[in-house]
């Protein structure tokens, strides 16, 4: 959900990923946003990363049709064609966004594979602000000035920044620019020629642009890690005698249900949240507002999977989930493996790496008195051979 209030409008935000080059100082007869890198290819790394964070992704790909030998997009990617020049591979990828109805678009090269999640949404809450944003690192070493092999001067390092991509635009405005832009090396400095302010962010050290293979060296070896991450998830929901009780993905009883917009399954919505919380997507009541009618006595099981299909497409996997339910009722134990089973279906892991487990409030409070019952959840993620941190 990236469609974000900034006071009079709503911003809808769209990535272009540049891949349209053919990499000449990576050498071999593959562009290197096609060649393999911790698992993935170089281009599915940045795919996987965005996608979860904007409204829209296009991929500009190179002329013609070869590169389709190298690469098979998901029916669901969008890519155009590039053009001659930088800019002109931009520009295209701005005008299928224009179509979209898009007002805010990121701009990142194809061949930054590592670029972390962090960085992207410093960015984009910037650029809501600013007409043009670019993320930038400092200059660690002592920089000189050249000619040949002789020293001309010592630059100030202090005043000297590495640019990186993403880099946030307001569509339009970047649109104009780059109409009237010579050639250019990134779109900041079309910004820049035209006398438009550029606002600058942290970037990353680890969003490393892939030029020769001594920088897939050092990516495939940042990039082999496997990171873990742990969430919680916590809900709560009366008891109403008129619905179905689901639980767990399971129907329980024809009454004695739980009260909710949707289904009222408790224990999914905790296991969604927490995956979520893991994953830092977003929460339950962002993504499936109660207000919205589509929701209404909505299949909790259905929710979840759409919960799961995010975290994977953000390169996240469920390592495992330990739930503890609150309340008098259900009693668990005669249920458990049913139970796990169908949470097994459901995120689609293995029953071993799930536990299911009750206790009450040891007579404290209105869930004592069987007035309802709430779960809370321990989700572990995993991410690995390069899904972006």
Same mark, same amino acid.
């Given at each position: 959900? &990236?469609?974000?209030? &900034?006071? =009079?409008?709503?911003?809808?935000?769209?990535? $272009?990923?540049?891949?349209?080059?053919?990499? #000449?100082?990576?050498?071999?007869?593959?562009?290197?946003?096609?060649?393999?890198?911790?698992?993935?290819?170089?281009?599915?790394?940045?795919?996987?990363?965005?996608?979860?964070?904007?409204?829209?992704? $296009?991929?500009?790909?190179?002329?013609?049709?070869?590169?389709?030998?190298?690469?098979?997009?998901?029916?669901?990617?969008?890519?155009?064609?590039?053009?001659?020049?930088?800019?002109?591979?931009? *520009?295209?990828?701005?005008?299928?966004? =224009?179509?979209?109805?898009? &007002?805010?678009?990121?701009?990142?090269?194809?061949?930054?594979?590592?670029?972390?999640?962090?960085?992207?949404?410093?960015?984009? +809450?910037?650029?809501?602000?600013?007409?043009?944003?670019?993320?930038?690192?400092?200059?660690?070493?002592?920089?000189?000035?050249?000619?040949?092999?002789?020293?001309?001067?010592?630059?100030?390092?202090?005043?000297?920044?590495?640019?990186?991509?993403?880099?946030?635009?307001?569509? @339009?405005?970047?649109?104009?620019?780059?109409?009237?832009?010579?050639?250019?090396?990134?779109?900041?400095?079309?910004? @820049?020629?035209?006398?438009?302010?550029?606002?600058?962010?942290?970037?990353?050290?680890?969003?490393?642009?892939? &030029?020769?293979?001594?920088?897939?060296?050092?990516?495939?070896?940042?990039?082999? =890690?496997?990171? /873990?991450?742990?969430?919680?998830?916590?809900?709560?929901?009366?008891?109403?005698?008129?619905?179905?009780?689901?639980?767990?993905?399971? =129907?329980?009883?024809?009454?004695?249900?739980?009260?909710?917009?949707?289904?009222?399954?408790? $224990?999914?919505?905790?296991?969604?949240?927490?995956?979520?919380?893991?994953?830092?997507?977003?929460?339950?009541?962002?993504?499936?507002?109660?207000?919205?009618? /589509?929701?209404?006595?909505?299949?909790?099981?259905?929710?979840?999977?759409? %919960?799961?299909?995010?975290?994977? @497409?953000?390169?996240?996997?469920? @390592?495992?989930?330990?739930?503890?339910?609150?309340? +008098? /009722?259900?009693?668990?134990?005669?249920?458990?493996? *049913?139970?796990?089973?169908?949470?097994?279906?459901?995120?689609?892991?293995?029953?071993?790496?799930?536990?299911? #487990?009750?206790?009450?409030?040891?007579?404290?409070?209105?869930?004592?008195?069987? #007035?309802?019952?709430? %779960?809370?959840?321990?989700? +572990?993620?995993?991410?690995?051979?390069?899904?972006?941190?």
């Amino acid at each position: 959900m &990236t469609r974000t209030d &900034t006071g =009079r409008q709503t911003s809808v935000w769209g990535a $272009v990923i540049v891949a349209a080059g053919i990499g #000449k100082r990576f050498g071999g007869d593959v562009p290197k946003q096609f060649t393999m890198l911790a698992g993935e290819l170089v281009i599915d790394h940045s795919v996987r990363t965005f996608k979860p964070l904007v409204d829209h992704l $296009v991929v500009v790909t190179p002329l013609g049709d070869l590169w389709r030998k190298w690469w098979q997009p998901s029916s669901r990617l969008d890519t155009v064609s590039g053009g001659r020049r930088r800019q002109d591979s931009v *520009m295209n990828g701005l005008k299928f966004m =224009r179509s979209r109805g898009v &007002t805010h678009v990121l701009i990142h090269d194809g061949a930054r594979p590592f670029v972390d999640r962090e960085c992207i949404v410093r960015v984009m +809450e910037a650029a809501r602000n600013n007409s043009a944003v670019i993320p930038v690192i400092s200059v660690r070493d002592t920089v000189k000035k050249t000619s040949g092999d002789m020293v001309l001067e010592t630059l100030n390092r202090e005043e000297l920044r590495l640019s990186q991509t993403p880099q946030g635009y307001h569509l @339009e405005r970047l649109i104009e620019v780059l109409a009237t832009a010579g050639d250019i090396t990134d779109e900041a400095s079309a910004f @820049e020629a035209a006398g438009d302010a550029v606002t600058t962010v942290a970037g990353s050290r680890s969003n490393i642009k892939l &030029t020769d293979r001594k920088d897939a060296e050092l990516l495939s070896f940042l990039m082999s =890690r496997t990171i /873990r991450v742990t969430g919680t998830g916590l809900d709560f929901h009366p008891f109403d005698p008129a619905r179905p009780l689901y639980f767990c993905g399971c =129907r329980l009883s024809e009454t004695d249900g739980l009260m909710g917009h949707s289904d009222g399954d408790v $224990v999914l919505h905790a296991v969604a949240d927490a995956i979520l919380s893991a994953s830092r997507l977003g929460d339950i009541g962002t993504l499936f507002p109660p207000g919205e009618l /589509r929701w209404k006595d909505a299949d909790s099981s259905h929710l979840l999977a759409i %919960c799961v299909e995010m975290i994977r @497409e953000a390169g996240w996997e469920i @390592e495992r989930l330990d739930v503890t339910v609150i309340g +008098e /009722r259900p009693k668990i134990s005669p249920v458990r493996d *049913m139970l796990m089973e169908r949470l097994s279906d459901i995120v689609g892991i293995a029953v071993e790496r799930i536990w299911i #487990k009750g206790t009450t409030t040891n007579t404290i409070g209105e869930l004592a008195q069987g #007035k309802g019952v709430g %779960c809370s959840v321990l989700a +572990e993620l995993r991410r690995t051979c390069g899904r972006n941190s």
